[in-house]
């Protein structure tokens, strides 16, 4: 897809994660989606519950960017796979997924200044990320030093040459236990700093994970104002595996993404959509 560059450094910054296409419990068009064998996947049920969402976020989007240019990152896992032995996915076809991949993010990523992709988990999009790395290309990302359309992470220099800088990667650890939910997140930033630190770079003033597929955000107190870290929700409801795991067995799907704005006065902040989806009905 050619896609014209346009200015550097807008101040706006649209993050979604998670999409898991060709997966049953993730997002399908409510027109169905063609197969490689000539069939075509029409999404029911909870499946088809998703598409709602999907067209509110993005209105969601229009109204907080105002008009505004904005770059569109997506934070990891925009296909499902063929994984630990899972057989919830519309199709193995892996091109088939990936075929689904762009057809939900093209029209996005048409209207976004800049587009950047950032690897997820090897399970879903490859041992090296190579079925991201297609999509990415596909979808014309803008390429790391080393001519990666989907790269391991970004950072990203938001506002101007002299804005902040926020760091964006796929993986951040989970826990059992929803009263230790900040815990990991709260620990990346602490060690981005130490990090920083340690070899005299510039620290992030944000950072950003996905993976979890649970939104969270939280912030510390730095010199000259907050320092935020930003997990974003997901695109993608629970799947058998989830029905097993501490924690995500009793939450309900948090479905949705996640704005960054450097604004003249408050700078950095975080504007985020989330939207659960139901738990089962009683009878």
């Not at 597929?213 to 930003?230: M, Q």
């Not at 704005?261 to 009683?282: C, D, N, P, Q």
Request: a neutral charge; one cysteine or more; proline letters at 7%.
């Amino acid at each position: 897809m050619s896609r014209k560059r346009k200015e550097p450094h807008p101040r706006i910054a649209v993050v979604l994660s998670d999409l898991h296409a060709g997966c049953q419990m993730a997002l399908c068009p409510p027109e169905g989606f063609r197969l490689d064998s000539g069939s075509i996947h029409v999404p029911k049920g909870p499946q088809a519950a998703l598409w709602p969402v999907w067209v509110e976020f993005w209105e969601w989007v229009a109204q907080v960017t105002a008009g505004e240019p904005y770059d569109l990152v997506f934070n990891g896992d925009c296909l499902d796979g063929v994984h630990h032995g899972s057989t919830t996915q519309i199709s193995h076809n892996r091109n088939d997924q990936r075929r689904l991949a762009v057809h939900l993010l093209a029209p996005h990523v048409a209207r976004a200044a800049r587009y950047f992709h950032v690897r997820g988990t090897e399970a879903h999009v490859g041992q090296s990320g190579e079925d991201e790395e297609s999509v990415a290309r596909e979808l014309g990302a803008v390429p790391n030093e080393e001519g990666q359309h989907a790269r391991y992470d970004l950072w990203l220099r938001m506002g101007g040459p002299k804005g902040p800088l926020v760091h964006f990667l796929h993986h951040i650890g989970t826990t059992g236990s929803a009263a230790y939910e900040a815990t990991a997140v709260h620990k990346e930033l602490v060690e981005s700093y130490a990090e920083a630190g340690r070899w005299g770079d510039e620290p992030p003033r944000a950072i950003v994970r996905s993976h979890r597929h649970r939104a969270l955000r939280i912030s510390l107190p730095v010199d000259d104002g907050e320092a935020l870290a930003v997990v974003t929700p997901a695109w993608q409801l629970k799947t058998p595996f989830a029905w097993k795991i501490p924690g995500a067995r009793l939450s309900q799907p948090q479905i949705g993404g996640t704005i960054l704005i450097v604004g003249e006065e408050a700078g950095l902040y975080a504007r985020s959509f989330t939207r659960r989806m139901t738990r089962s009905k009683e009878v």
